[in-house]
């Protein structure tokens, strides 16, 4: 079992940054590929960004070059750099991690681009 809680979510200007934080418990962190995606009010899910446990990283082509993924398995935490914000990036961020048959999700948490 593994319990996911984020932080680090609020509002902010356009172009301003955020930097969203994910940490686990309850597992072996390392071994899970991790992510974020986000849904914004009246669309479908979508994935934002993802690591896997090699530290592979992939983004959505909407956040390529403003947002960086990384993670410490050390401290079992994931975290999102969102740079350059834009009002479209508004939305609730959710954490998830996953491995063969099992997905774990966060709460999520706000982020609102608005000025």
């Known amino acids: 079992q593994v319990q996911l809680v984020e932080s680090g979510g609020g509002s902010v200007q356009p172009g301003g940054s955020l930097r969203l934080s994910c940490t686990a418990s309850?597992?072996?962190?390392?071994?899970?590929?991790v992510g974020w995606y986000r849904q914004a009010p009246g669309k479908q899910r979508e994935l934002v960004a993802s690591i896997t446990s090699g530290e592979t990283t992939d983004y959505a082509t909407s956040v390529k070059g403003r947002f960086t993924i990384s993670r410490d398995n050390a401290k079992n935490t994931v975290w999102l750099q969102m740079n350059s914000l834009k009002p479209e990036d508004t939305a609730v961020y959710y954490c998830?991690?996953?491995?063969?048959?099992?997905?774990?999700w966060g709460q999520g948490t706000q982020v609102t681009v608005s000025s």
């Open positions: 309850g597992s072996i962190f390392s071994i899970y590929n």
């Open positions: 998830y991690a996953t491995r063969p048959h099992t997905e774990y």
